[in-house]
């Protein structure tokens, strides 16, 4: 870490912090604050939006486990943020993705131009389409047509809102895992994580 972490547990100034990292504790429970928490509780007020975004994120949509671990996964990969592949990797093999599925989901390039069809690694054709759209988000921004058709084809105007905001959102939260160096994984690579 960049930066040291705030002492765990965080200190509080005032009767709006001791709210803030209570509401965070919750969240996370039973687990502890993780180093994610730590690095944000030098700005409680971020901390307390990031939780509550992000909590919505993880927890309140209505996508199948499996697609929003694998748009996890790739933006990780895609951003080389390893902390966060760490964490989201196992859960997307306890979602069910297949190891194969997975070793997909790792590969720098994830479609080669010119190749055609490429291996899915047993993925199904929404979670391709799903690391696909991850993949173009996180790496051009804008999504192209054909792409974009694909998803409306397999998903629901809510399902894509979703997805997308998964994809923004981890986004957000690579960037900040890797600018910070949050649990000093990032310099690592996906092969140093176990995920079963």
């Not at 100034?13 to 919750?26: K, M």
């Not at 974009?148 to 894509?160: A, D």
Request: contains cysteine; negative net charge; charged residues 25%.
């Amino acid at each position: 870490m960049r930066i040291p972490y705030t002492p765990n547990p965080p200190p509080s100034t005032s009767p709006d912090d001791t709210a803030i990292i209570a509401r965070i504790a919750a969240r996370r429970s039973p687990r502890p604050l993780q180093p994610l928490d730590l690095a944000l509780l030098h700005a409680p007020p971020v901390a307390d939006g990031w939780n509550s975004f992000l909590g919505a994120v993880r927890t309140r949509t209505s996508l199948a486990p499996a697609l929003r671990e694998l748009a996890i996964c790739r933006v990780a990969v895609c951003n080389g943020a390893w902390y966060e592949w760490a964490h989201h990797a196992p859960l997307a093999v306890a979602a069910g993705v297949r190891e194969q599925g997975i070793g997909v989901c790792k590969r720098e390039v994830l479609v080669e131009d010119g190749k055609g069809e490429q291996d899915r690694g047993g993925l199904s054709e929404k979670e391709w389409v799903v690391l696909r759209y991850a993949d173009e988000m996180t790496r051009k921004v804008r999504v192209g047509d054909g792409l974009f058709e694909e998803m409306k084809g397999l998903f629901s105007e809510r399902e894509i809102v979703e997805i997308t905001a998964t994809v923004a959102a981890y986004n957000c939260v690579s960037r900040f895992l890797v600018a910070l160096d949050v649990g000093e994984r990032n310099s690592t690579g996906p092969d140093d994580v176990v995920t079963h």
